[in-house]
């Protein structure tokens, strides 16, 4: 065969197989459109909130009054107002980069990318669920599928790390209403294929202008008698906040 021809068939080849390739990574638009809104449930260009986290264990149940900011997707910070013994900590995060303050030794300390699916203060939500370092458009491959549980009326978006993010889950199916594309549940996977956690939404409410879920409840699926819930008492959105908010200078100050 002359070579030309040969060589004209591997580059003809070569441009089918990447023109499929990109077809198999390009996300699905409305799933595109699903993930996105679910990073930005709660955020905003600014956005500002006051909720109650109960912890709930076999043994005890505790409430935390906090309040928190946030500016775009990078910059979040939280503060905890009761009860007494927690008063004062806080918890920032730049970028990638985050950091936890204890008001009763007086110390910041930088939380390393290892910890960031431990445990936030004790609860069944883990330092990413609170300061969503990771995000389902940047850091997951994602598409629509049916699972065995599907019912009508709901679209399921399942969403798998990408190579190399340190996310301990194996994928995340979420579940969302169709009619108002609101989540209603959302199931963690572990590398077994078994339900790590599950976390639910209800209490729709609208803050200004936004509707979302006022309550997510956290329930981990390998602890009996454990369980988080997140009750959102007040949000608002776009409002004006200053650069300087975000800083270690205004974690460590306590206020």
């Known amino acids: 065969m002359n070579k030309t021809i040969v060589l004209l068939l591997i580059i003809i080849t070569t441009l089918v197989l990447a023109v499929l390739l990109l077809a198999e990574e390009a996300p699905d638009p409305r799933a595109q459109a699903l993930a996105r809104k679910i990073d930005e449930l709660y955020r905003s260009k600014t956005s500002y909130a006051q909720l109650e986290m109960e912890i709930v264990t076999p043994d005890w149940k505790r409430t935390l009054v906090i309040k928190a900011w946030t500016l775009g997707q990078d910059k979040t910070l939280i503060r905890i107002l009761e009860p007494k013994k927690e008063a004062g900590v806080g918890t920032l995060r730049l970028g990638n980069e985050m950091w936890n303050y204890l008001p009763k030794t007086d110390k910041v300390i930088k939380i390393p990318?290892?910890?960031?699916?431990?445990?936030?203060?004790?609860?069944?939500?883990?330092?990413?669920?609170?300061?969503?370092?990771?995000?389902f458009v940047d850091d997951f491959l994602f598409k629509l599928v049916t699972?065995?549980?599907?019912?009508k009326g709901f679209l399921y978006l399942e969403c798998r790390p990408k190579p190399g993010v340190p996310i301990v889950y194996d994928r995340i199916v979420i579940a969302v209403e169709e009619a108002s594309t609101l989540p209603v549940w959302q199931k963690f996977y572990d590398e077994k294929g078994r339900v790590a956690r599950i976390m639910t939404y209800g209490e729709v409410k609208t803050f200004g202008r936004r509707t979302v879920p006022s309550v997510m409840e956290m329930v981990p699926q390998t602890k009996?008698?454990?369980?988080?819930?997140?009750?959102?008492?007040?949000?608002?959105?776009?409002?004006?906040?200053?650069?300087?908010?975000?800083?270690l200078r205004t974690l460590q100050s306590g206020k």
């Open 147 to 151: 699972p065995a549980e599907a019912e």
């Open 224 to 247: 009996q008698g454990y369980k988080t819930v997140m009750r959102y008492k007040d949000v608002q959105f776009d409002l004006a906040l200053k650069d300087d908010l975000f800083t």
């Open 113 to 135: 990318p290892s910890m960031m699916m431990s445990s936030w203060m004790g609860s069944d939500f883990t330092n990413d669920d609170l300061v969503k370092e990771f995000t």
